[in-house]
């Protein structure tokens, strides 16, 4: 999927500018900036869910996943998998949640849930519902450093069954470093880096990687 010359204005304010970008099939991307910096504008470009001057080449079939779990709350665990999915896919609902460590838990409700168990099922459903590409925003912030280290490795796992395309935004430098391959980096609407980085997906490492990131984020 390319991303050709693209310009996103809101107002006055210009969110992205002549951002070109191209995207290889089954590689795990992180999109890296501060607050402001375009990231979340990217991702709905890639989604085609905003308006963009420029062109999209290849557009791909999204999932998303969201910084909230944004589960269905009058329904089961077991029903809001099923509810992405067409009936005769709903046998591969449970062994998705025993790879997200939730098996026995299908007839729970999301009230019944801690946050990291309803982030779970979030991961869960955005990897099951069918898609080529896979978004997210920020799924990792505000959480403890235990619960964003099970959730790092769990996304890695995932990935590696299914070797989809993952595209993450993140403002994390470790987050970057450790869980994607690529790190794009954006600064004020504009690309200023886009390099290889570890993608170790050992929360306790501290790939070289992590030092150009901050470089490029604070120039």
């Known amino acids: 999927m390319n991303l050709l010359h693209i310009t996103k204005r809101y107002g006055d304010r210009l969110a992205l500018d002549d951002v070109s970008l191209a995207l290889r099939e089954g590689e795990l ?51 809001n998998l099923r509810f992405v999915l067409p009936k005769d896919k709903w046998d591969g609902v449970g062994e998705m949640l025993r ?40 799924p990792f912030s505000s959480l403890d450093l235990s619960l964003k280290k099970s959730l790092l490795e769990l996304v890695a796992a995932l990935h590696k069954g299914t070797q989809k395309t993952v595209v993450f935004v993140t403002h994390d430098v470790h987050e970057a470093a450790v869980l994607a391959r690529r790190a794009v980096v954006l600064k004020c609407g504009r690309i200023v880096g886009d390099i290889p980085v570890g993608g170790t997906h050992d929360f306790f490492a501290h790939p070289p990687a992590e030092e150009e990131l901050v470089r490029l984020l604070m120039n």
Not at 31 to 57: D, F, H, I, M
Not at 69 to 75: F, M, T, W
Not at 126 to 131: E, I, M, N, T, V
């Open 29 to 79: 991307c992180a999109v890296l900036g501060e607050s402001g910096a375009g990231k979340t504008t990217l991702l709905n470009v890639l989604a085609g869910q905003t308006s963009y001057e420029g062109t999209v080449e290849g557009a791909l079939p999204c999932s998303y996943l969201f910084q909230s779990p944004k589960l269905l709350p009058n329904l089961t665990l077991e029903g």
């Open 99 to 138: 790879l997200v460590g939730l098996s026995g838990r299908e007839k729970s409700y999301p009230h019944q849930l801690s946050g990291g168990e309803r982030q779970r099922v979030a991961i869960a459903r955005a990897f099951l519902y069918p898609h080529e590409m896979l978004l997210m925003d920020e």
